[in-house]
């Protein structure tokens, strides 16, 4: 056969996800942690490792580790359910509660893996857009759920790449008004300090998911969890693959979990950093930045995408969005080190001021 039939009709239009990521001297497009998990924790993940069977399958179910994230959670085994990463998990949601003839509501602008999965599964999507400074319509998300029709929703919060946190009481009234699936994304919570798990025994339509990307330092090894309750937990459990989650990275994992108390001081180092970061920004004129309870930044500018380039150029890389649907003229910052923030900073207040070389792609 010289030739071959077309793929999946979902597929036609769909772009591959590209998280553009170029060298560069200050990475900051991907929210990771900046530093690297410390060379003490590293140590006892390299003796773990000398002990970790190669020629064997891991635990499918990862069950030390899900002990261990169940107890710190205060809940049970059967409530946590560990993912190869955050997106796993996600797409997991889509293949258990979409589905042809099935419905997700999703609140634009936010994380595009979310529309992505439930196009690829033959999920209807509807739209409820926030609203111009990037909150939660409430009660346009209240009424379209009190419609009916609603399989399954995504609260992200705080919002990626936006920043802001959900109302804790939106979110309780959203999980009374209907009992479609309520996936609470807190892919930021260490950063945000703010959870819905208090209000997981009440709401069995409630599943909060979670990521060792960001706060631990681990985006590199792709492991993610959510906290539900043991009937939704079992309905994913059902359709992942089973032996997604291997066992280096589950040895990696219960070593970084087990020390999660001594990431708290560089936790804490972002977010006052994220503070100092929203300062210099209202420093610069012509850039308006949004509140933010994570470790990114959202800031409007004209000309984003030429603004981009020119900070490129001066070998900081952050995210662009400035053609993505609803953020027009917006780009996206992590919080890197204080060096890397300072950089920024000055490469922007720059660029924005003229003094920045134009970029040879337009010249
Ligand atoms: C980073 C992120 C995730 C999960 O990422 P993984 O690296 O796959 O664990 C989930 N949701 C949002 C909003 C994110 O930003």
């Known amino acids: 056969m010289r030739s071959v039939c077309e793929a999946a009709p979902q597929l036609a239009g769909m772009q591959p996800y590209d998280p553009k990521y170029l060298p560069a001297e200050a990475f ?19 003796n773990t490792m000398r002990r970790v069977p190669l020629n064997r399958y891991p635990d499918p179910l990862a069950n030390d580790l899900r002990d261990m994230i169940a107890e710190a959670n205060g809940l049970d085994r059967d409530q946590v359910l560990v993912g190869n990463g955050g997106d796993e998990l996600l797409f997991d949601l889509a293949l258990a509660w979409g589905g042809p003839g099935r419905t997700f509501l999703n609140l634009p602008p936010t994380f595009s893996v979310y529309e992505s999965n439930a196009r690829l599964t033959n999920t209807a999507v509807v739209d409820v857009p926030r609203t111009s400074d990037y909150r939660i319509d409430e009660e346009a998300v209240l009424e379209r759920v009190g419609q009916g029709g609603i399989d399954y929703l995504i609260v992200t919060s705080p919002n990626n790449p936006t920043g802001e946190l959900a109302d804790e009481l939106f979110v309780v009234n959203l999980l009374e008004a209907t009992d479609a699936l309520v996936m609470v994304d807190e892919a930021y919570f ?9 209000y997981l025994q009440q709401h069995k339509n409630l599943v ?23 009937e939704v937990i079992r309905e994913f459990v059902k359709v992942r693959q089973p032996y997604s989650v291997d066992a280096i990275s589950q040895a990696v994992a219960q070593v970084v979990y087990s020390h999660r108390a001594s990431f708290e001081p560089g936790i804490r180092a972002i977010i006052e950093e994220r503070a100092r970061v929203v300062d210099g920004l209202k420093r610069i004129p012509g850039v308006r930045s949004y509140p933010s309870d994570a470790n990114y930044v959202l800031l409007h500018v004209e000309n984003a995408a030429i603004i981009w380039e020119m900070l490129y150029g001066r070998g900081i890389l952050v995210r662009d969005f400035s053609r993505a649907p609803y953020l027009d003229n917006c780009l996206r910052v992590s919080i890197g080190t204080p060096e890397e923030n300072d950089a920024f900073l000055r490469a922007l207040r720059d660029a924005v001021m003229g003094k920045c070389d134009l970029p040879s792609s337009l010249t």
């Open 28 to 46: 900051l497009s991907a929210n990771e942690n900046p530093h690297d998990v410390e060379t003490e924790i590293r140590r006892e993940i390299m």
């Open 190 to 198: 260490e950063f945000s300090r703010s959870t819905m798990r208090p």
């Open 208 to 230: 909060i998911l979670r990521t060792f990307s960001k706060a631990f330092s681990l985006a590199g090894v792709r492991m993610g969890y959510i906290l539900g309750d043991a």
